[in-house]
């Protein structure tokens, strides 16, 4: 029975983890930290305009604060919720004060990708759409990964004017053109 869920689970052949998933009590005490520690010198917030999403059925707006870096080729996302709602985010919150949350991955081909996740079993935990001020729009799934693999997984997929794009330096400085996002200043040392 496992080996068959595996073989299933095998043939979605999600691209590289690309991201790593951080809640936080307050993003910007964390960006500070996580700038020393991780020597990271540049940090970007994502301007939304609209956050649509699904937890356990129930649909509804989610306002977050989300900062964004890269260390390597891997981004860092740290989430700060900004209100009390129950969704994906405030489990990790009410447990530990927040910490390491989700791996993630960029795809083509959102729901295709999120059909085939399906269809392998992996149930999605919660899912939506973010709209930014200038027009990109994010679709992600966060799955259900926990007892297989001890963290939640999530699939994205952003577009700016309906093309496809990953996250990287050169694309948070293109959204900084359009009005997507905003570079955040650093206190000096």
């Not at 994502?46 to 390597?72: H, R, V």
């Not at 009410?94 to 996740?117: A, C, E, P, S, Y």
Request: proline share 3%.
């Amino acid at each position: 029975m496992i080996s068959e869920s595996l073989e299933e689970i095998g043939r979605v052949k999600l691209p590289k983890v690309s991201q790593i998933g951080i809640v936080v009590p307050e993003i910007g005490k964390a960006v500070y930290y996580f700038s020393k520690f991780l020597n990271i010198n540049r940090w970007f917030r994502s301007k939304t305009a609209s956050n649509d999403a699904t937890f356990k059925g129930e649909s509804f707006s989610l306002e977050l604060d989300i900062a964004l870096a890269f260390s390597g080729g891997m981004e860092i996302e740290l989430i700060q919720m900004l209100t009390d709602r129950e969704c994906i985010y405030s489990d990790i919150m009410k447990r530990q004060g927040g910490g390491l949350h989700h791996i993630g991955t960029m795809v083509r081909g959102f729901d295709k990708k999120l059909d085939q996740m399906k269809a392998a079993g992996i149930g999605v935990i919660q899912s939506g759409v973010i709209k930014t001020v200038g027009g990109a729009v994010t679709k992600y799934a966060y799955m259900d990964t926990v007892s297989t693999c001890g963290i939640i997984s999530e699939i994205i997929e952003s577009k700016l004017v309906g093309i496809p794009v990953f996250h990287n330096n050169f694309m948070m400085h293109v959204g900084r053109l359009t009005g997507d996002i905003d570079l955040i200043p650093l206190p000096e040392a």
